[in-house]
Every structure is written in C-alpha cells, then in structure tokens.
C-alpha cells in the first residue's frame, strides 16, 4: 500500500510548498540542498493522509512547525493522532513552536541533528581463509 506523496494531496502538497510560513521558509533555508549533517529534507511531502511540514526520508523524521491552532485541546488532540500515526509508520516526529525558528534557530538545528540516527559502522568483511 502506497503511503508517501498519494495523488489526491498533491495540489495541497503544492499550495502549501508555495506558500511557506515564515517560520518554513527559514527554517527551509537550513536544511535544503543538505546542509544539516548531509541530509536531504522535502518540504510539505506526504504520508497517509497527512503533508509534513518537512521530511527526511533516510532518518524516518518529521519536523513540524506550530503555530497557535496547535496549542488548541483540538489541535493537542489531533497532532497526539498524527503523530502515533506516524510514529507507526516508523516515522520519528519532533516539533517546534514557529516562534522558536527566529528566536533559537541554534537551538533548534541541534535539536533536529540530535534526532538523527548515529552513523552505522562500515562493515569489515571476514578475513580471507588463508590471510
């Protein structure tokens, strides 16, 4: 079952690309053409029924960025159902309050690079009988 970028959410996934928060857009500045520890990231990409604010797909990580909507009961409730969605899917979600992108913007980069995966050891293949 297709999960990623599903057909139907792709006019949203392009409006919303098209009109990044101001928040986004710097932090997209950040993290595009992999500059944060060599990883990519896409923008507004899609899993299930929900577009990410941004992807990396070799981490499994979500970044969110919220603003005031999300601090709502009804906006609490419905990110803690996005995020067990995700969460089962095998993504990681980490979440930031917009404010903290132009205040901690630091702060924040370290917080996503402490979410990535360590880097897995180079495997050394078995000795040769005979060396």
């Known amino acids: 079952m297709q999960l990623n970028n599903l057909k139907y959410l792709k006019s949203n996934r392009k409006r ?3 009109n990044l928060t101001p928040a986004e857009a710097s932090l997209w500045k ?3 053409g ?3 520890g060599g ?3 896409r923008r507004q990409h899609s899993v299930g029924n929900y577009i990410l604010d941004f992807y990396c797909p070799t981490q499994k990580l979500a970044i ?4 005031a909507g999300h601090y709502t009961e009804e906006g609490i409730k419905r990110d803690e159902i996005r995020t067990q969605f995700l969460n089962e899917v095998g993504i990681k ?3 930031f309050e917009n404010k903290l992108v132009f205040d ?6 370290e917080e996503i690079s402490r979410s990535f995966s360590p880097p897995r050891p180079a495997v050394t293949p078995p000795p040769k009988e005979g060396s």
């Open 16 to 18: 919303l690309r098209n």
């Open 34 to 36: 992999k500059q944060l």
């Open 93 to 95: 979600v980490i979440r």
């Open 104 to 109: 901690k913007t630091e702060w924040v980069l």
């Open 30 to 32: 950040l993290l595009q």
């Open 39 to 41: 990883n990519k990231f």
């Open 64 to 67: 969110e960025l919220d603003g």
